[in-house]
């Protein structure tokens, strides 16, 4: 169902709970609870078709779209720390619609000092699931624009 | 071992990372290079630089005098009968390359058998598949026990199915584990079966003789010893050397060209192609000086005792696993932690400013073995120190604590 709050104030509300952490410690504190707090994912949707390309932690990635057109995404990771960097990125991003997601820019994780976890040598899949979700909402574009 | 002044000679040990001063404990993906070879690369830039071996000026004479001394050096370095069996490539994964095309193509046929192990690098895997779909040669590993060690029975029994060459590491980069090489060598020249040696892991802990050891082929990188990145080492005996087509061709290979035909340079240059890495090699020179000066023999002790050191407090964290727990290997710790994905490990420790490896450390047969997705490696060099370890284990205790 589409998410009342809009992708740039998802993201600020993200940004300003990270306003409050003091340290390194804290920070991926934060980011591992939410990795833990992440439902994981259906066994079901764990199959290859939506393994992530990433090198040391892998990352599942399942979308599906809402009747309102808006699209579902799904995401779980082996690694706790990279589940809770896609537990931010998926909340940003699910029950959005195509056009919005497609329009979008992601600064949260830039803006909260973790543009790290984007660079390929961490090879944690994270940077390869934000263009997979881009590619994933301009597929359903089109699908919807084709009905 | 004067730490201190050894420290000191390595000017990246004093940066800090995330405000933290840095411990370097990832020395076999790659070591830390010493002030004298950063300092013999600049000036070979800045006095001394040209293209080598064919100008008749003064800057390509002395050049090409300098590129060639580090051949002699580095065969002396092996104890190689010659400084022609000396070729220099862009690293171990290149000699591989040069090994899996020449070598294949001269003395292979099509369902010819190459023997490598379970725990090979993916440098001594991938280029015989390559050369596999080329000239129809097969794979056969020999595979390793749970502590991981070779598992010589079956090394024994494989031998006796029928193998043309053996192409087995002495250093496990993964696990440390150091094989009976010699051992190895002795059995597959008792059935005049070739064997080449991947020495990367060892050539910066122990002293390589290549006559002593046997083998026909030796492979290693400089960067791991010192040097800088780009240069590797392929040495092989110079009758087989001789009787091995071109890997590349292109300049300074070649002896007479026309475009009919060419023949070739002889050796080592009929295998180095295009314009060297001139400067690297020179710098490579001036690791290995630093290498012979310190000792290749108290390297390895001191290095064995941060070994041992770090073991020893390692095993106290409970549920830590060291995959080959023997003490007598390489200094290499891969470990895991409970269900704790390597990956979290490795990035709280570079938190802590602690630069370890984590994932499959290019060994993905090894990890499907072991049924794990990596390891966390730690992987000292003689320029570590027990305060070093201390921190190491204190922040990973740390690090565990905030993944529990």
């Known amino acids: 169902m589409s998410n009342p709050k809009s992708i740039s104030e998802i993201q600020q509300i993200i940004i300003d709970d990270f306003e409050f952490l003091e340290d390194w410690t804290e920070k991926y504190n934060y980011i591992i609870d939410l990795g833990k707090e992440l439902a994981p994912l259906d066994e079901q949707y764990k199959i290859d078709e939506n393994k992530v390309k990433g090198c040391q932690s892998q990352v599942w990635l399942h979308s599906s779209l809402n009747p309102d057109g808006t699209i579902e995404f799904l995401a779980d990771s082996d690694a706790i720390i990279t589940k809770g960097l896609i537990a931010m990125v998926t909340k940003v991003f699910t029950n959005q619609s195509p056009a919005d997601i497609l329009k979008s820019e992601l600064t949260f994780i830039e803006e909260i000092g973790l543009h790290s976890h984007l660079s390929p040598t961490r090879s944690n899949g994270l940077a390869s699931m934000i263009k997979l979700i881009k590619i994933y909402a301009s597929a359903y574009q089109s699908k919807l624009s084709n009905v | 071992m004067n730490k201190e002044e050894i420290r000191a000679d390595f000017p990246i040990l004093q940066r800090k990372v995330n405000g933290k001063p840095l411990v370097y404990l990832d020395n076999a993906a790659s070591s830390q290079k010493p002030l004298v070879v950063i300092d013999t690369i600049s000036n070979y830039y800045k006095h001394n630089y040209s293209n080598i071996h064919r100008g008749v000026h003064t800057l390509s004479q002395e050049g090409t005098e300098m590129y060639e001394n580090v051949r002699k050096k580095t065969a002396s370095f092996i104890n190689a009968v010659s400084q022609n069996e000396i070729i220099f490539t862009k690293g171990t994964t290149d000699a591989f390359n040069l090994l899996a095309h020449s070598y294949s193509r001269s003395f292979l046929k099509k369902g010819d058998k190459v023997l490598i192990s379970t725990m090979e690098h993916h440098a001594n895997i991938v280029p015989w598949q390559i ?183 390692l095993k106290t964290i409970p549920n830590l696993k060291i995959y080959n727990e023997s003490s007598q290997k390489a200094p290499v710790i891969s470990f895991n932690v409970g269900e704790i994905h390597p990956y979290d490990i490795g990035v709280l420790l570079d938190q802590f400013g602690i630069a370890i490896r984590t994932g499959h450390h290019c060994t993905q047969p090894l990890m499907d073995f072991y049924s794990i997705p990596g390891t966390c490696r730690a992987s000292f060099a003689f320029y570590n120190t027990t305060s070093e370890i201390d921190y190491f284990v204190e922040s990973l205790i740390k690090t565990i604590a905030i993944l529990s």
Do not use: R
């Open chain 2, 131 to 313: 050369a596999a779909e080329i000239y129809g040669i097969e794979l056969v590993e020999c595979p390793i026990h749970t502590d991981g060690t070779l598992d010589t029975n079956a090394y024994d029994k494989l031998l006796e199915t029928g193998i043309n060459l053996v192409s087995i590491t002495y250093v496990s980069n993964t696990l440390g584990t150091i094989n009976p090489i010699k051992e190895l060598i002795a059995k597959a020249n008792a059935k005049n079966i070739h064997f080449i040696v991947d020495a990367a892991q060892a050539s910066p802990h122990m002293i390589l003789d290549v006559q002593d050891l046997g083998c026909d082929f030796l492979t290693f990188s400089a960067h791991k010893m010192l040097g800088p990145t780009g240069v590797g080492i392929l040495w092989g005996k110079s009758e087989l050397l001789n009787q091995m087509q071109p890997y590349q061709g292109g300049g300074d290979m070649i002896d007479k060209v026309t475009i009919a035909k060419t023949t070739y340079n002889d050796i080592p240059h009929k295998f180095e192609a295009g314009t060297p890495n001139i400067a690297d090699v020179i710098g490579f020179g001036a690791a290995l000086d630093y290498l012979l000066e310190l000792g290749m023999d108290n390297i390895a002790a001191e290095e064995h005792a941060l070994l041992t050191y770090a073991s020893t407090q």
